[in-house]
């Protein structure tokens, strides 16, 4: 293994196309304000170091980045690369990852809009994100010990599991398919409309609008709270603690809640069957 300590680089693609390369302490950052570090590299080990230039790993099998920085000009940061594990890292650029696979990544701390697209295989724990438009389209998702603020976040994702998780964003799990979601608190707007075969197990979910137009909709010991026109459309099979503002018209299936202020029904389509348990 090739090792670079102590060094600066800000060359176009400084160090593209290494094999077997460890960067310890280095800093890639200058005048010259280069792209693409590590462009088509493989079996990179990246300790302590810190990136303040673009694109640095596209392309790149085999990567280990650990104690390192990432700044918000650091933009696109990994794309097209695969087997990637990531820890205690500061990820703080635009477009972090995109088109990756085989990703592990532990106690990082994440500001990063639009990160995670079209991505497979990523288990995450133990970290922090602030981030709009978060892993959209991507597929096996494994999130544990994760508290994240942010828009958007989830979309079009499908067989992926949370777990203890803290989740303050607004429309997240839109078109969510075959997800499970359990012991996690979930605040914002309009979650989880138009998913399908989702599950939340001892959640609590908060905001406005939830869980509309969803197909196989189940909720296990959950808690919903300022939850108003919830369910509208869904097919749903509930199982609801305490009490909730409302409901409208859900289309089929049983939902027990302990107590509802409003019931909804003015939809001829609209089916299911809600039983207050607290009555």
């Not at 790993?57 to 104690?67: A, G, R, Y």
């Not at 979309?155 to 777990?163: A, G, L, P, R, V």
């Not at 979910?205 to 026109?229: F, H």
Request: glycine letters at 6%; proline letters at 2%; hydrophobic letters at 35%.
């Amino acid at each position: 293994m090739t090792l670079y300590k102590d060094l600066s680089f800000d060359e176009e693609r400084a160090l593209y196309g290494s094999d077997d390369i460890h960067v310890e302490n280095c800093r890639f950052d200058g005048p010259a304000d280069g792209e693409s570090a590590m462009k088509e590299s493989r079996n990179v080990v990246v300790d302590g170091s810190f990136f303040n230039l673009r694109y640095p790993f596209w392309h790149v099998d085999h990567l280990k980045i650990k104690n390192s920085e990432m700044t918000k000009l650091c933009r696109a940061a990994i794309w097209y690369s695969n087997d990637i594990e990531i820890e205690n890292t500061k990820l703080h650029g635009i477009k972090g990852l995109r088109e990756c696979s085989g990703i592990k990544i532990s106690g990082c701390d994440i500001v990063s809009p639009e990160f995670g697209w079209s991505v497979n295989d990523i288990a995450m724990k133990d970290t922090t994100i602030e981030s709009e438009y978060f892993m959209m389209r991507s597929t096996n998702l494994k999130f544990e010990d994760i508290t994240m603020k942010g828009k958007y976040s989830f979309q079009y994702i499908s067989d992926s599991q949370f777990t203890n998780c803290r989740f303050d964003t607004k429309d997240a799990f839109w078109h969510a398919k075959d997800i499970i979601v359990k012991d996690c608190y979930v605040k914002g707007e309009y979650h989880a409309w138009y998913c399908e075969n989702v599950t939340f197990e001892n959640c609590t979910i908060i905001g406005t609008q939830p869980l509309c137009y969803c197909k196989n909709l189940k909720l296990i010991n959950c808690r919903m709270e300022e939850a108003d026109l919830s369910f509208e459309k869904s097919d749903v099979d509930a199982d609801i603690k305490g009490d909730m503002i409302s409901i409208k018209n859900p289309a089929s299936g049983t939902i027990r809640v302990g107590h509802v202020d409003e019931i909804i029904m003015d939809d001829e389509n609209a089916k299911a069957e809600i039983i207050q348990t607290a009555d």
